[in-house]
T-cell receptor
Framework: EAGVAQSPRYKIIEKRQSVAFWCNPI?????LYWYQQILGQGPKLLIQ????????DSQLPKDRFSAERLKGVDSTLKIQPAKLEDSAVYLC???????????????FGNGTRLTVT | AQSVTQLDSQVPVFEEAPVELRCNYS??????LFWYVQYPNQGLQLLLK??????LVKGINGFEAEFNKSQTSFHLRKPSVHISDTAEYFC??????????FGTGTSLTVIP
């Protein structure tokens, strides 16, 4: 099966500019996650979708970050305006269901490496 | 709140030697436990998971982990490492619902 697709792979922007990332999950996966991974740290959940609804966005800096999954498939994550501390790898993941006890682990994309200068 | 502690940020080990990567978690409720591996410039891949049943879990690439409820640990082990095992390893916990919490990672370097 095709994996989780993310684009772009790399992005360099100046602070205060805006940027958008795109994610196409594995076909049929209902749950989609966006994680932020700062260098030397573990992934931190930004937002979780179940189909096209938001399940958890408690750690999303909503003053500058937004995400949508309008048709319950693809998703975009936007940062506007970007700050230096937003430099990180943004990982998209999907799973078949939202329940961890099922045999449906997270499948990760290769990520988008964002550098804010 | 849930937290995951990976006690060692870097672990160097010689090729064909055994290795243990430590993971402890804190939770007031039942959790599910995972180990993921991340190779350079790639996303995370699932190594193994503990959902229920036997506390010794076997995963891919010869890795295994043991769930110890009394010590709230889920250490990852491999009896003989290869150069190709050099990567970043993340322990993660998930609540009964679906939130995943990751540790800060352990960088495993296999020395020839």
């Amino acid at each position: 099966e095709a994996g989780v697709a993310q684009s772009p792979r790399y992005k360099i922007i100046e602070k205060r500019q805006s940027v958008a990332f795109w994610c196409n999950p594995i076909s049929g996966h209902a749950t989609l996650y966006w994680y932020q991974q700062i260098l030397g740290q573990g992934p931190k959940l930004l937002i979780q979708f179940q189909n096209n609804g938001v399940v958890d966005d408690s750690q999303l800096p909503k003053d500058r970050f937004s995400a949508e999954r309008l048709k319950g498939v693809d998703s975009t994550l936007k940062i506007q305006p970007a700050k230096l501390e937003d430099s990180a790898v943004y990982l998209c993941a999907s799973s078949l269901t939202s329940v961890a006890r099922d045999n449906s682990p997270l499948h990760f994309g290769n990520g988008t490496r964002l550098t804010v200068t | 709140a849930q937290s995951v502690t990976q006690l060692d940020s870097q672990v160097p080990v010689f090729e064909e030697a055994p290795v243990e990567l430590r993971c402890n978690y804190s939770s007031s409720v039942s959790v599910y436990l995972f180990w993921y591996v991340q190779y350079p410039n790639q996303g995370l891949q699932l190594l193994l998971k503990y959902l229920s049943g036997s506390t010794l879990v076997k995963g891919i690439n010869g890795f295994e982990a043991e769930f110890n409820k009394s010590q709230t640990s889920f250490h990852l082990r491999k009896p003989s490492v290869h150069i190709s095992d050099t990567a970043e390893y993340f322990c993660a916990v998930s609540l009964t619902g679906n939130q995943f919490y990751f540790g800060t990672g352990t960088s495993l370097t296999v020395i020839p």
